[in-house]
């Protein structure tokens, strides 16, 4: 298993601002993955970050508005830049350990005014 | 790009009675098939999950079936109690490495005693 630390827990923005959400796993693993979670919804993938190389963007999700890093291989930020409240979310990391079986951070529950 | 249907999206049962939740794909290359709870507030937590070269997995109230010539998969609960009461997703990907998982759009399960 891996432990994902992810920080902010919540965070309240104003709008035209910008969040860096940062995510800390306790082993050192290939994939991190990004994804949004609205309120009452389904989990939907916004980026694939490899260690070294840019992140892959799923269809709906562009660099400017969602940079990630990707330092080293336990680490990631992604930030949520030029906000407005269609952005208010949830925003969970996730790693895969072993094949495929993905572990979860506690997720950033973010509000924009 | 996967696609993963779900449903219903709410169920509700009695305690002790059973609770089935069906999904579909659509990308026939996905061969690994997890299904997680999310109790409100928290992050998803795997459940029990299943690879294309198995037709059925049991981990005590809890089974996954899956049909691959259908593209379909199915959780099953028995004996249902208070605390499955939770929001359940299925999800696909392929267990090749760097593959995120794309999810269902969720089922809330109401558990009444």
């Known amino acids: 298993s891996a432990v994902i630390s992810q920080k902010p827990s919540r965070d309240i923005c104003q709008r035209g601002t910008s969040l860096t959400i940062q995510c800390q796993v306790d082993?050192?693993?290939?994939?991190m993955f990004w994804y949004r979670q609205q309120p009452g919804q389904s989990l939907t993938l916004i980026a694939t970050a490899n260690q070294g190389s840019e992140a892959t963007y799923e269809s709906g999700f562009v660099i400017d508005k969602f940079p990630i890093s990707r330092p080293n291989l336990t680490f990631s930020t992604l930030t949520v830049s030029n906000m407005s409240p269609e952005d208010s979310s949830i925003y969970l990391c996730?790693?895969?350990?072993?094949?495929?079986?993905?572990?979860f951070g506690q997720g950033t529950r973010l509000t924009v005014v | 790009g996967e696609n993963v249907e779900q449903h219903p999206s709410t169920l509700s049962v009695q305690e002790g009675d059973s609770a089935v939740i069906k999904c579909t794909y659509s990308?026939?290359?996905?061969?690994?098939f997890p299904w997680y709870k999310q109790e409100l507030g928290k992050r998803p937590q795997l459940i029990i999950d299943?690879?294309?070269?198995?037709g059925e997995k049991k981990d005590q109230r809890i089974a996954v079936t899956l049909n691959k010539t259908a593209k379909h998969f199915s959780l099953h609960i028995t004996e249902t109690q208070p605390e499955d009461s939770a929001v359940y997703f299925c999800?696909?990907?392929?267990?090749?490495?760097?593959?995120?998982?794309?999810f269902g759009k969720g089922t809330t399960l109401s558990v009444s005693s």
């Open positions: 996730s790693v895969e350990v072993g094949t495929t079986e993905a572990f």
């Open positions: 299943i690879r294309s070269n198995v």
């Open positions: 990308d026939s290359a996905s061969n690994y």
């Open positions: 082993s050192q693993v290939t994939m």
């Open positions: 999800a696909a990907s392929s267990s090749q490495a760097g593959t995120a998982l794309i």
